[in-house]
């Protein structure tokens, strides 16, 4: 396939899943605001903060508020990572390499753009209830996802796409574990009280975890919810497993280039193994946020290296 | 149910293509007519609606500016089809073959022996100095000798109910997959209609386009691309269906190399050969190193890998020569010439101001003429003499005068027109049609066209840019329609 293809595939299903996963984020936070005791205020700050675009928030919109908050994340054109700019790229991307994708690939992206574009025209953050919006955009992520996996062959386009979706994927999971670092507590006291844990299965509940972490695990506990969405080998979501399965798809395509193992495999390879044998204990006693961070900047690392794998062709050419 | 009718329906001072001068159906619309006026008015303007939201929903749109955050438009597809019968149509495909199979020759003529011009039967300053004139193309001889293998001529239908042909679309003609798209709509629109009709299929374009692709390369199955400037050109819809249709890779020129003097693609598996291009890009941009230095659309080296004869471009560059507005003019003449026959399909009268007898015509008549300059193009140059103050038309003398053979000129020719969808009622508007012609081992020609439609009434700019329209074009199969 085109090294041209294989990068805007890549791309468009990165873009796609950063899409469903700000859905996720504010439902973060809806879900948090309909467990708060009455007498705390909602907080949308952590929210900004953990997207990594906080500096960008304040020099947009200044101070925080509800209502700029989801307008910054979900509509705002000078934010390269709201839901609008994304779905706007996953669709130009969609369109430059329209006949590798399925044409209901192709429409279900393109209805997800003009739903998003609807939304924005229709000013949808200053709704009362906004949340039904972005259920809306992740289950039309969903049924994307659906409509790929039924209609798409299993050739190196899958897999690229497959490795944009994983590693977005556990960036954004790893970043709303990293939500309630940033969420502040009334007082030190509070780690392990109710409100606590209120806290924490909302968490569970925005990245969809909660039924299969209760199944697993049953007892609430912070150290057992960061062991599932970190560590845990089966759930789809847990970073852990988004490294596998990007590992998995990465080898089909070396191994459909004749087996060699590139830096890229190794370096996944190296940060995937380094979960496996990680324990959650040792997580929380060197900190949770600063493990969280170190992860992230890992994982781009692998990311700027995918890109030797879609560009190979000037060593072919040395070869000949 | 509010019925819908045509008893209003105006077909005065036109040729209209449903109904006669007596205001009655031709037998060709009959049964449309019938099924119409069953429908009603709401049920039709729902129909109407569906297809709005269909061409969105496949992404039928085209940019209006040169960056992502631009608008999208469509081209409004009007639900009421323009039924072509066959006895036409055969009338049409024969003059069409003649007309690409006369153009295919002299085009050969001029980058080779140039008989036409030693003949005396084409001025020689008119070519040789012409912009569209490839230096470079000189002395080639592209497989089978064929140039242009992807035709789309437009015609017209006049007040006299004759075709004329307007304009040659030799280069890169565009709209092809709306024939395609507009069809798949109508047929979920009238699912009824095509059996009863006999309207005969377009379906195997992209077949027929990739067979006659292939078959001009060596090599089978040939890795076929489509290389097209990227997703802000207008008819990048087009490029990527066509490729996506005919199952060949959709390449933009980043994605090509070319080492010695051979074409690849730049795969994730290193360098694939690529051996027949169906370009989407004008000459001037194919490749850096011979034509426009600050192309950064095409590939440098294209161009002397296919003088190598390493890969086949198409369609080949110089085609623009034989599209020229002066050229046009001496058309019938060079059929004449090439072929010994009469033209079949005739040119509106033109009036070459180069020639003393039709100066004169054209300098008295001038207020009833449309003059154009043969090196512009885009409506520029033009005067539109019905429309035009008589200083527009003194300046113009002037211009002529001063330099004839810049300039030819027209008679107005109203265009026929079709019953359209406007604002819940139906009247008429102007409409050309442009059919496809294939070019490979023979010609072919497939049953179907892109029909524009001026949708604004009284309008006959029916380009996409200015309110103009489409329809989807019936060709009826021989039932003595």
């Known amino acids: ?320 | 149910m509010s019925k819908l009718g045509f008893s209003k329906y105006d077909t005065k001072g036109y040729y209209d293509e449903m109904f006669d001068e007596h205001n009655n159906v031709r037998p060709h619309y009959a049964l449309f007519k019938e099924r119409l006026e069953q429908i009603g008015k709401k049920k039709l303007n729902f129909l109407q609606h569906s297809t709005d939201r269909a061409q969105l929903s496949i992404g039928m749109t085209f940019n209006v500016y040169n960056d992502n955050q631009g608008i999208e438009r469509i081209l409004p597809l009007d639900v009421i089809p323009r039924i072509i019968n066959s006895k036409d149509w055969d009338f049409l495909e024969r003059g069409l073959k003649q007309r690409i199979y006369a153009l295919n020759l002299l085009i050969d003529d001029l980058y080779n022996e140039q008989r036409v011009i030693k003949d005396k039967i084409i001025p020689k300053e008119l070519v040789l100095s012409s912009t569209t004139y490839l230096k470079q193309c000189i002395g080639l001889k592209p497989p089978e000798n064929v140039w242009c293998h992807i035709t789309g001529t437009d015609l017209i239908r006049g007040d006299d109910g004759q075709f004329y042909v307007l304009e040659d679309n030799l280069r890169c003609p565009s709209g092809v997959s709306y024939m395609l798209e507009n069809r798949e709509i109508l047929k979920r629109t009238f699912p009824e209609l095509f059996e009863k009709l006999n309207v005969r299929t377009v379906y195997d374009y992209s077949h027929v386009l990739r067979d006659m692709l292939d078959s001009l390369s060596p090599n089978h199955p040939a890795t076929i691309a489509v290389l097209s400037p990227g997703i802000n050109n207008s008819a990048y819809f087009e490029h990527s269906y066509l490729a996506q249709q005919m199952g060949a890779e959709l390449v933009e020129g980043r994605d090509l190399v070319v080492r010695n003097d051979f074409v690849y693609m730049i795969t994730t598996k290193g360098l694939q050969r690529v051996d027949v291009i169906y370009r989407r890009i004008d000459d001037d941009y194919l490749d850096p190193l011979v034509f426009r230095k600050d192309s950064m659309l095409g590939t440098p080296g294209l161009f002397r890998a296919y003088q190598k004869g390493n890969v086949v471009l198409v369609n080949a560059p110089g085609t623009g020569v034989a599209d020229d507005k002066a050229v046009y003019a001496y058309i019938p003449r060079i059929i004449k010439y090439f072929l010994g026959e009469d033209i079949i399909l005739p040119n509106v009268q033109t009036f070459i101001c180069d020639e003393e007898k039709d100066l004169k015509y054209v300098l008295d008549n001038i207020k009833n003429l449309v003059v154009k300059q043969t090196d512009a193009s885009g409506g520029y140059g033009m005067l539109i003499g019905p429309k035009s103050t008589k200083k527009e038309q003194t300046e113009f003398i002037k211009k002529i005068k001063k330099n004839p053979r810049n300039y030819i000129a027209q008679p107005m020719i109203n265009l026929s027109r079709v019953p359209t969808l406007s604002g819940g009622a139906i009247e008429g508007r102007h409409v050309d049609l442009r059919p496809y012609v294939l070019y490979g081992k023979e010609i072919k020609i497939i049953p179907g066209a892109l029909t524009r439609v001026a949708l604004k009434q009284g309008s006959i700019v029916v380009n996409s840019s200015q309110g103009g329209g489409s329809k989807d074009t019936w060709v009826l199969g021989n039932n003595n329609l």
């Open chain 1, 1 to 320: 396939m085109l090294s041209r293809v294989a990068d805007s595939i890549y791309w468009m299903n990165r873009y796609i899943e950063r899409v469903e996963n700000y859905a996720r984020f504010m439902d973060v936070n809806f879900n948090l605001s309909l467990e708060l005791p009455p007498d705390v205020s909602e907080q949308w700050k952590p929210l900004v903060v953990t997207t990594g675009d906080w500096e960008l928030y304040k020099s947009l919109h200044g101070k925080i508020d509800k209502n700029k908050a989801i307008y910054f994340l979900g509509f705002d054109e000078n934010n390269p990572n709201s839901i609008y700019n994304c779905i706007l790229n996953a669709r130009e991307n969609a369109r430059a390499i329209r006949p590798e994708i399925t044409k209901e690939v192709w429409e279900q992206i393109n209805y997800l753009f003009y739903l998003v574009k609807e939304g924005k025209e229709k000013k949808s953050w200053q709704r009362k209830y906004p949340r039904t919006f972005f259920i809306e955009i992740k289950k039309g992520c969903q049924l994307l996802y659906g409509i790929f996996a039924a209609t798409i062959s299993r050739t190196d386009a899958y897999h690229f796409g497959q490795i944009g979706q994983m590693i977005e994927r556990a960036d954004k999971t790893s970043r709303v574990l990293d939500v309630k670092y940033h969420i502040l507590l009334p007082a030190p006291e509070a780690v392990g009280s109710p409100l606590d844990l209120v806290q924490w299965s909302a968490l569970l509940k925005s990245v969809s975890a909660y039924d299969m972490y209760r199944k697993k695990n049953g007892k609430l506990t912070s150290q057992g919810i960061a062991d599932f969405l970190i560590l845990d080998k089966e759930f789809p979501r847990s970073m852990l497993r988004c490294l596998i399965n990007a590992e998995q798809s990465l080898k089909k395509i070396s191994g459909s280039n004749g087996g060699n193992s590139n830096n890229s495999e190794k370096q996944l390879g190296m940060l995937r193994s380094q979960l496996e044998f990680a324990d959650v204990n040792n997580i929380f006693t060197s900190g949770l946020h600063e493990y969280l961070e170190n992860f992230q900047g890992k994982l781009n690392d692998v990311s700027a290296i995918i890109f030797d794998t879609i560009y190979s062709f000037d060593d072919v050419i040395d070869k000949k």
